[in-house]
Structures are given as C-alpha cells and as structure tokens.
C-alpha cells in the first residue's frame, strides 16, 4: 500500500503541475491576443481616421461638414451590405440545417391526435366526390353454420344442476349413476 500510495501522490503532483503549466500558457496567449488586437485597432483607426484639423473659416468648417457626411455615408452603405451579407448567410445556414436535419430524418414528429372515422369517411376525404364505392365490410362476409359439439349437446341434454343433483343424491342416485355407466 505505501508503493501505491506514493505513486499516487505522483500522479496527482504531477497532474497539479501540468495543470499550472498550461494555465500559465494559456494566460500569456491571452496576454499576446490582447495586444495583437490593439494593435490591429490602431492601425485601423490610423488608416481609416486621419487626425482631424480644424479649419479657421467657415467655408472650410462647411467642406469639411461635406466631406465626414459623405464618409459616413459610405460607412453606413457598407454597414448595410455587410448586414444583408450576414442575414443572407445566416439564411442559407438554416435551410442547411434543416436539410441535414431531414437527411437524418431526426426531427421532431407533432403529436397526432386520434381522430375515429369509418372507412367510407377515410375514402371520402381521400378520394373526394369520386368515392362511390360502399365499403361494408360486414355484408361481404358468408354466413356460417354453426355446428353443436359433443360438450355443447352434454351441456345442452344435462340442463339445470339442481336437478341433477336432486336425482342423484341418496342411494337411489347412486344406484342410477351406476346402471348408466354400465
């Protein structure tokens, strides 16, 4: 038991120990993921947002009006495409979606309710005004005889219970029991 538990212990410091490593890991890619978007930030704004000068005149405060509305206008065409873009997309993933989902034949089945009709009515709904034909099952079917077994005749000849009882109780029952069966 002491060999078992030592190696144990290992396993656990050892496992404690990966654990600690990769957090450490993960937390300096964390670190890099951040200052690789910031940069990337500041280069989009140095890019796309030039350091804005002020004119004195009016004329030029009004230039300078015209020309941010016509980028605004521009940004917000573009705001626009990438959203029909995405809606589009998203879209086309949904009708993928369903089509795997009914290549796979797991979607969900709506509860079906009972619904009780006879055959002609199910042929009527089916078939409309051309269904003409009387679907009786019962006036198709022959008629049969029914032939008497031997029990049912036995049953049929001994009648009531009591009475038979009342026949063969005392001696002159018995006596009577014992000529029938010779």
């Not at 065409?77 to 796979?104: A, I």
């Amino acid at each position: 038991m002491g060999d078992e538990e030592k190696r144990n212990r290992a396993i656990t410091a050892r496992r404690q120990h990966l654990k600690s490593v990769m957090l450490q890991i993960a937390a300096t890619e964390l670190e890099k993921e951040e200052s690789r978007r910031e940069a990337e930030k500041q280069n989009y704004l140095s890019e796309h947002c030039p350091p804005l000068h002020i004119p004195g005149s009016m004329s030029e405060v009004q230039e300078l009006c015209k020309q941010l509305h016509a980028k605004i206008d521009a940004a917000e065409e573009e705001k626009y495409d990438m959203e029909v873009r995405v809606q589009k997309s998203s879209k086309e993933l949904e009708d993928m979606n369903q089509k795997l989902f009914d290549l796979r034949g797991k979607f969900k089945r709506p509860p079906l309710r009972r619904v009780r009709m006879s055959a002609d009515a199910m042929l009527k709904a089916l078939l409309g005004s051309k269904h003409k034909v009387c679907m009786d099952l019962r006036a198709n079917l022959k008629q049969v005889k029914k032939e008497d077994t031997e029990k049912e005749r036995d049953l049929r000849d001994v009648g009531d219970w009591r009475k038979n009882i009342e026949e063969k109780s005392g001696m002159e029952g018995r006596k009577k029991m014992f000529e029938s069966e010779s």
